[in-house]
Nanobody, 126 residues
Framework: QVQLVESGGGLVQSGGSLRLSCAAS????????IGWFRQAPGKEREGVSCISSSDGSTYYADSVKGRFTISRDNAKNTMYLQMNNLKPEDPAVYFC???????????????????WGQGTQVTVSS
């Protein structure tokens, strides 16, 4: 059974940090591009970051550049999102996803991603 399971969400003060993890099972992440997305109440889901499988190229939404870092550990079949300097505009449900062709889509678009986790809540207090 293909599954992605996120963990690491929670409540943090503005300026604080969280590290999200996403463990894959039922398939091997090695050949997949992996991405992180978020969805705040009343808003559409948006791409936050993506890392390709071929050369490890990384992509970030402008709103998180310099603060968030995406990484993958293929040996553990797990991906991560390190979030530093969290801001009041960052709270959302964060989702991990895997894209089977291995490349990150332009603007970290949602559609090419095939497998999705259930999401983990991130809350930032001011």
């Amino acid at each position: 059974q293909v599954q992605l399971v996120e963990s690491g969400g929670g409540l943090v003060q503005s300026g604080g940090s969280l590290r999200l993890s996403c463990a894959a099972s039922g398939f091997t992440l090695d050949y997949y591009a992996i991405g992180w997305f978020r969805q705040a109440p009343g808003k559409e889901r948006e791409g936050v970051s993506c890392i390709s499988s071929s050369d490890g190229s990384t992509y970030y939404a402008d709103s998180v550049k310099g603060r968030f870092t995406i990484s993958r550990d293929n040996a553990k079949n797990t991906m991560y999102l390190q979030m530093n300097n969290l801001k009041p505009e960052d709270p959302a449900v964060y989702f991990c996803a895997a894209e089977p062709l291995g490349g990150c889509p332009r603007s970290i678009a949602i559609q090419p991603f095939e497998y999705w986790g259930q999401g983990t809540q991130v809350t930032v207090s001011s």
